[in-house]
């Protein structure tokens, strides 16, 4: 099919450019695939007949790393006066 419709999965390392050039970056397609990644996600992990911990413990350890990278700067700053 046409570049535009592949997943990313499929698009080939020297089709990169051209695939990412095709995306929509407005506020609305930015939205949109945030949506759609989304609701990919909670169908293969959440929404499954016989499901298991990993779907629920994949978001945890994301949000784990993305609070400690918000708190990176203040842990390091930390860090150093802990025992002076």
Known sequence: ???SERPLMEVRLGELHTW???CNFSPQ???GAV???WSSY???YIH???GGPAGISMLLAGYCLLS???NYQHLRQHRWR???
């Open 1 to 3: 099919g046409p570049l």
């Open 20 to 22: 990412i050039s095709t």
């Open 29 to 31: 397609g930015l939205l």
């Open 35 to 37: 949506q759609k990644a």
């Open 42 to 44: 909670c169908t293969k």
């Open 48 to 50: 499954v007949r016989r």
């Open 68 to 70: 400690y990278g918000w």
């Open 82 to 84: 802990k025992y002076h």
